[in-house]
């Protein structure tokens, strides 16, 4: 609906304010379904990732290669990302998020249905092509913050972002809980392809399954905006926006910048500690396949609490900067307590340690998407968050690698200590960032330019 004035003259741009009335916005009870069939596509994909990094002594035995090729069918996942995000971003900006998500769905389902057929120990070329094609489906990674901001309103947003990041959390977990039981350690190479084999074809099955979910369910947004901030953001017209200004605006804001760094040095972290568990575990307990999964079964399941809580904290405070500091801040004395703990003999200890670093580091997660969603608005949180993933990707293999290195060489408590010192860097780059929380402005914009158009039609009457 237009308000117009019965005087020809123009009104002047504050008084052009106080017209424009409040853009309709609704919420849809259907957001909920978006974000579970998301979230269990991440959840599908996430398990892919680890399948093998956590029983990596039995698959290097199994096709008898070195510990570096198995560390590449994780590193894969991160490897791929980088090239990917900006001609995924551009996708993102010009078709849409279910045209992203569809495709990504699609080659984690076919990547999957290949892994079926290598269960051979003569067949590691073939296993690592079919998981360098689930690995294009990582395409997703920047969408969680994107997909919050289409659906859901502004009093939920941080937390549906957690919602969405729990997906891929729990397929970490299920990454780390599933395969040391599915693939025992047992002598016979004939019965150990049989347990790989079950494996690939449980994957397989659920990704199909998602697939089909996606390409029936899926949808791209509600006709409504969900928020002001949302409505705002539609009415920028094609024309107006320029992906290559968007990406050079993203690499000029020096708050942003400082997260993204520090952003990568946390999760790069996290992706290090994931890929290596089963070998820091080994090393200090022989014989521990199955703990080791548990273990990194505890660090994701309070990592899934840590984002939840975080992102009801958020939603409900709106403390973006204050949050992310103390998050960050205890991961670092989470992992200094998690490296000085591994080696005493008591997997109890190591259980209780290892939660309480997963509870901070990776309830991280969300907390970074939103962050830099509030720090670079109006410029679209899939291009902003892809870039917290690439990122997160180049430390995670640049840690991966290193963090190895060190450990065949020093043991696992000089690789723990590398990480501690980049937790370290990260926490006092954190501290660094200004907080600019640009799209609660916006709301706050439009919630006084309703209340001064309100006066204005009362006073008139």
Same mark, same amino acid.
């Given at each position: 609906?237009?308000? @117009?004035?019965?005087?020809?003259?123009?009104?002047?741009?504050?008084?052009?304010?106080?017209?424009?009335?409040?853009?309709?916005?609704?919420?849809?009870?259907?957001?909920?379904?978006?974000?579970?069939?998301?979230?269990?596509?991440?959840?599908?994909?996430?398990?892919?990732?680890?399948?093998?990094?956590?029983?990596?002594?039995?698959?290097?035995?199994?096709?008898?290669?070195?510990?570096?090729?198995?560390?590449?069918?994780?590193?894969?996942?991160?490897?791929?990302?980088?090239?990917?995000?900006?001609?995924?971003?551009?996708?993102?900006?010009?078709?849409?998020?279910?045209?992203?998500?569809?495709?990504?769905?699609?080659?984690?389902?076919?990547?999957?249905? +290949?892994?079926?057929?290598?269960? %051979?120990?003569?067949?590691?070329?073939?296993?690592?092509? !079919?998981?360098?094609?689930?690995?294009?489906?990582? +395409?997703?990674?920047?969408?969680?913050?994107?997909?919050?901001?289409?659906?859901?309103?502004?009093?939920?947003?941080?937390?549906?972002?957690?919602?969405?990041?729990?997906?891929?959390?729990?397929? *970490?977990? %299920?990454?780390?809980?599933?395969?040391? $039981?599915?693939?025992?350690?047992?002598?016979?190479?004939?019965?150990?392809?049989?347990? %790989?084999?079950? =494996?690939? /074809?449980?994957?397989?099955?659920?990704?199909?399954?998602?697939?089909?979910?996606?390409?029936?369910?899926?949808?791209?947004?509600? &006709?409504?905006?969900?928020?002001?901030?949302?409505?705002?953001?539609?009415?920028?017209?094609?024309? &107006?926006?320029? /992906?290559?200004?968007?990406?050079?605006?993203?690499?000029?804001?020096?708050?942003? =910048?400082?997260?993204?760094?520090? /952003?990568?040095?946390?999760?790069?972290?996290? /992706?290090?500690?994931?890929?290596?568990?089963?070998?820091?575990? *080994?090393?200090?307990?022989?014989?521990?396949?199955?703990?080791?999964?548990? +273990?990194?079964?505890?660090?994701?399941?309070? !990592?899934?609490?840590?984002?939840? $809580?975080?992102?009801?904290?958020?939603?409900?405070?709106?403390?973006?900067?204050?949050?992310?500091?103390?998050? @960050?801040?205890?991961?670092?004395?989470?992992?200094?307590? @998690?490296?000085?703990?591994?080696?005493?003999?008591?997997?109890?200890?190591?259980?209780?340690?290892?939660? %309480?670093?997963?509870?901070?580091?990776?309830?991280?997660?969300?907390?970074?998407?939103?962050?830099?969603? &509030? #720090?670079?608005?109006?410029?679209?949180?899939?291009?902003?968050?892809?870039?917290?993933?690439?990122?997160?990707?180049?430390?995670?293999? *640049?840690?991966?690698?290193?963090?190895?290195?060190? *450990?065949?060489?020093?043991?696992?408590?000089?690789?723990?200590?590398?990480?501690?010192?980049?937790?370290?860097?990260?926490?006092? #780059?954190?501290?660094?960032i200004k907080s600019d929380l640009r799209r609660q402005k916006a709301n706050l914009?439009?919630?006084?330019?309703?209340?001064?158009?309100?006066?204005?039609?009362?006073?008139?009457?």
């Amino acid at each position: 609906r237009k308000i @117009y004035s019965s005087d020809t003259s123009e009104p002047s741009a504050p008084d052009a304010a106080q017209l424009l009335p409040l853009i309709e916005t609704k919420l849809y009870k259907r957001r909920w379904l978006m974000l579970f069939i998301f979230s269990a596509f991440s959840m599908s994909n996430a398990f892919m990732w680890l399948q093998y990094g956590i029983i990596s002594n039995i698959f290097l035995r199994f096709y008898g290669i070195g510990t570096l090729a198995v560390d590449w069918l994780s590193m894969l996942f991160l490897l791929t990302y980088i090239p990917l995000f900006l001609p995924v971003t551009w996708v993102l900006e010009n078709r849409g998020v279910r045209e992203v998500v569809v495709v990504a769905a699609a080659f984690n389902c076919i990547g999957a249905w +290949i892994k079926t057929g290598t269960a %051979i120990p003569n067949m590691f070329a073939m296993t690592f092509f !079919g998981q360098f094609v689930c690995s294009v489906a990582t +395409i997703y990674m920047g969408i969680p913050s994107r997909l919050a901001s289409l659906w859901f309103g502004e009093q939920e947003v941080s937390t549906a972002c957690s919602i969405a990041v729990l997906g891929t959390q729990l397929g *970490i977990a %299920i990454g780390f809980l599933l395969p040391p $039981i599915l693939v025992p350690n047992v002598d016979d190479v004939e019965e150990l392809g049989y347990h %790989i084999r079950i =494996m690939f /074809y449980i994957s397989a099955g659920v990704a199909t399954f998602i697939f089909i979910l996606v390409v029936i369910l899926f949808q791209e947004k509600p &006709e409504l905006p969900p928020s002001q901030a949302q409505a705002q953001a539609r009415n920028i017209s094609p024309d &107006e926006y320029s /992906y290559t200004a968007s990406i050079l605006n993203l690499l000029r804001n020096k708050p942003f =910048m400082i997260l993204m760094v520090s /952003y990568g040095l946390i999760i790069g972290s996290f /992706y290090s500690i994931s890929t290596l568990l089963n070998r820091m575990i *080994i090393e200090h307990y022989p014989g521990e396949e199955v703990n080791a999964g548990r +273990i990194g079964l505890t660090i994701v399941v309070a !990592g899934m609490a840590g984002s939840l $809580i975080c992102g009801i904290w958020l939603d409900r405070t709106k403390t973006y900067k204050q949050t992310s500091l103390a998050v @960050y801040f205890f991961s670092l004395i989470g992992m200094l307590f @998690y490296t000085f703990t591994l080696n005493l003999g008591y997997l109890w200890v190591v259980f209780i340690t290892a939660g %309480i670093l997963g509870f901070f580091m990776t309830g991280y997660l969300p907390l970074g998407f939103e962050f830099a969603v &509030e #720090l670079t608005y109006p410029e679209s949180e899939g291009t902003s968050s892809g870039l917290l993933n690439c990122s997160a990707q180049i430390f995670g293999i *640049i840690f991966t690698i290193s963090q190895g290195k060190i *450990i065949d060489r020093w043991g696992t408590l000089a690789g723990n200590i590398f990480l501690c010192i980049f937790l370290l860097i990260g926490t006092g #780059l954190t501290a660094l960032i200004k907080s600019d929380l640009r799209r609660q402005k916006a709301n706050l914009q439009k919630a006084e330019e309703q209340t001064v158009s309100v006066s204005t039609s009362v006073c008139a009457t």
